[in-house]
């Protein structure tokens, strides 16, 4: 194989499908990166079983074939070349030969032919949306993915078209996240459960215009993304996600409409008095026109308040205010609305159409740190 390429062209290609190169393999070819020309077109690919990418880019071919080079060897030395053109030649015994200006580096690679193809999916549905629209989605709904693989369910989030609305859900115990966006077209209803790894990696890439789209197709155990000639191809949960329309309930004793930045830095305010040893609440007391945020530790105390608009009951409830936050930041509008029922159960944050919706469950605290 004989190609030249651009070294930024070079670099950007590395940089989408390094993601998928596995950190932790017991199989070295894993640890590459596959370079090869197919159709009169250069493209990169890495697997690592759960997610393969693969990506086109330009260049001229002068002979055809392919190789497979150590990844994290193969990045350094393209890195350290000038922006100039980039010669990159094989020989028989798999030996690349990567000229770039006056520097030659030469690398030692294996044949395509162990490594790992991505796998040709049977089409059950597709759907299209803007890149801006998907990336978006998963920032504001990944941080509600759990952490325990003994949940594996959990670690990703449900992807659900349903009546021509698109929905990300994330949970992990603690709190539930939901994203809802209408589809144009129509469509059928559509159930998958992406790992969260997959969703943290196309978020990378993507390139949140507006304009720009992603066409995601569905088989029964994988799921496709094609956009700017990428593709990324990873598989999917296999279990039966939670029902969380199950969980929702519209049922409230107070309503507050609150400014969302003034709320956020009220609750950011008591993270340094938040220690491992004492991981205590910010309790919340919500009165006419006031909310009190207050919290003491041994390391010292905050007492805050702020103005609101209440409907209903007053109440005094407890959160870890993490949760709270991650939703808060995430949240474009100004004004927020916020639903409480009673002290122990779930408060909801959500907008009137309901594109998002954030639960978050309050914790117990001691009625002595009032």
């Not at 393209?78 to 030996?95: S, W």
């Not at 907008?351 to 605290?365: D, Q």
Request: glycine content about 4%.
């Amino acid at each position: 194989m004989l190609i030249k390429i651009n070294q930024g062209d070079l670099i950007k290609g590395i940089n989408i499908v390094i993601k998928a190169i596995s950190s932790r393999t017991t199989l070295p070819i894993l640890e590459c990166i596959v370079i090869k020309t197919i159709d009169n077109s250069i493209r990169l690919l890495a697997n690592d079983m759960e997610l393969g990418i693969e990506t086109v880019i330009n260049g001229e071919i002068i002979e055809s074939g392919g190789i497979a080079l150590k990844s994290k060897i193969f990045f350094d030395i393209i890195r350290g070349f000038p922006n100039d053109l980039v010669e990159i030649n094989t020989d028989n015994n798999y030996k690349a030969i990567i000229k770039c200006g006056k520097k030659t580096s030469t690398i030692d690679g294996q044949s395509i032919d162990e490594f790992p193809i991505l796998p040709n999916i049977e089409i059950i549905n597709k759907i299209e949306i803007s890149q801006y629209t998907l990336k978006e989605m998963i920032k504001q709904t990944i941080f509600s993915v759990s952490v325990n693989e003994n949940m594996k369910v959990m670690t990703g989030e449900l992807l659900e078209v349903n009546n021509n609305y698109l929905r990300m859900i994330a949970l992990d115990g603690h709190r539930i996240s939901i994203r809802k966006v209408l589809l144009k077209g129509e469509h059928e209803n559509i159930k998958a459960v992406i790992p969260s790894k997959t969703l943290n990696e196309i978020s990378k890439i993507l390139s949140g215009e507006v304009d720009d789209t992603v066409v995601i197709y569905f088989s029964k155990k994988h799921i496709v993304f094609e956009f700017n000639n990428t593709t990324v191809n990873s598989r999917l949960i296999d279990g039966e996600f939670y029902n969380v329309d199950q969980m929702i309930s519209s049922d409230y004793e107070t309503k507050i409409n609150i400014d969302r930045r003034e709320f956020l830095e009220n609750m950011n305010s008591a993270l340094p008095f938040i220690t491992e040893k004492e991981k205590k609440p910010v309790i919340l007391n919500i009165t006419e026109n006031n909310i009190n945020f207050r919290i003491k530790t041994a390391a010292g105390s905050v007492d805050n308040d702020m103005e609101l608009s209440k409907d209903g009951k007053d109440i005094l409830i407890a959160f870890n205010p993490v949760l709270v936050m991650d939703a808060l930041k995430v949240i474009e509008d100004d004004n927020i609305d916020i639903y409480f029922l009673n002290a122990k159960a779930p408060c909801s944050i959500k907008n009137k159409e309901e594109s998002y919706l954030y639960i978050v469950l309050p914790v117990n605290f001691n009625p002595e740190d009032i």
